[in-house]
Antibody
C-alpha cells in the first residue's frame, strides 16, 4: 500500500512562493501512475491543483497554471509543488495523492505576514 | 474542461433512511468517477472508485452506480457515523475536477 507524506513550511508570506514536498513510500514513484496535488481552503471544497508522471510530464488546473510548478525527484522517490505569488486565498490544507486511491495526511499552509 | 455538479448541496435524513446523492459530469467520463467521504479535519476517504467498485473496508451500505455523465452514491441505511461531506471526482483525464460536495447530517 503506497503511503504519502507532505512536508514543508506551514507559513508563507504574501507574494512569496509556497513549496511542499511529498515523500512516497511503499511503492516506486516510477510506477505507471500520475501523482497529484489537491488543496482545501478552510471550510471549503476540494480543488485539484495538478499532477506529474515520473517522466516529468505535467498537467495543471487552468485556474492556477500560471503560478504552479510540479516536479519529480525519482532518486528520492518524491515529488514537489511550488506555487508562486501567493495571497491569503492560497491558505489551505494541501494534500498529495495518487488519485483516487492514496492520499497523504495533508499539511496546512497559511499565507500571512 | 468538464464540470462536475452534485445535488443536493446538503441533506438531513433519519437514521436508517436510504440516502441518494447525485453527481453529473458536463461531458461523458465513462466510469472514471470516485466518491469520497470527508469528516471535519480529516483526510478524504475513498468510498467508491470506477463509479461502482467499493473500496476495501468500506461498509456495504455504500454503493455507487452510473456511467457516462450521471452517477449516484447511495447509502442504504444511514448511520450516525455517516455524517460527513461527500465529494465526487472525475479522474479520466486532467483536470481531475471535484464536485462541490454534499453535506449529510442526521435529522
Amino acid at each position: 500500500q503506497v503511503q504519502l507524506q507532505e512536508s514543508g513550511p506551514g507559513l508563507v508570506k504574501p507574494s512569496g512562493t509556497l513549496s511542499l514536498t511529498c515523500a512516497v513510500s511503499g511503492g516506486s514513484i516510477s510506477s505507471s501512475y500520475w501523482w497529484s496535488w489537491v488543496r482545501q481552503p478552510p471550510g471549503k471544497g476540494l480543488e485539484w491543483i495538478g499532477e506529474i508522471y515520473h517522466s516529468g510530464s505535467t498537467n495543471y488546473n487552468p485556474s492556477l497554471k500560471s503560478r504552479v510548478t510540479i516536479s519529480v525527484d525519482k532518486s528520492k522517490n518524491q515529488f514537489s509543488l511550488k506555487l508562486s505569488s501567493v495571497t491569503a486565498a492560497d491558505t489551505a490544507v494541501y494534500y498529495c495523492a495518487r488519485i483516487p486511491y492514496s492520499w497523504g495526511q495533508g499539511t496546512l499552509v497559511t499565507v500571512s505576514s | 474542461d468538464i464540470q462536475m455538479t452534485q445535488s443536493p448541496s446538503s441533506l438531513s435524513a433519519s437514521v436508517g433512511d436510504r440516502v441518494t446523492i447525485a453527481c453529473r459530469a458536463s461531458q461523458g467520463i465513462s466510469d472514471y468517477l470516485a466518491w469520497y467521504q470527508q469528516k471535519p479535519g480529516k483526510v478524504p476517504k475513498l468510498l467508491i472508485y470506477a463509479a461502482s467498485t467499493l473500496q476495501s473496508g468500506v461498509p456495504s451500505r455504500f454503493s455507487g452506480s452510473g456511467s457516462g455523465t450521471d452517477f449516484t452514491l447511495t447509502i442504504s441505511s444511514l448511520q450516525p457515523e455517516d455524517v460527513a461531506t461527500y465529494y465526487c471526482q472525475k479522474y479520466n483525464s486532467a483536470p481531475a475536477t471535484f464536485g462541490p460536495g454534499t453535506k449529510v447530517d442526521i435529522k
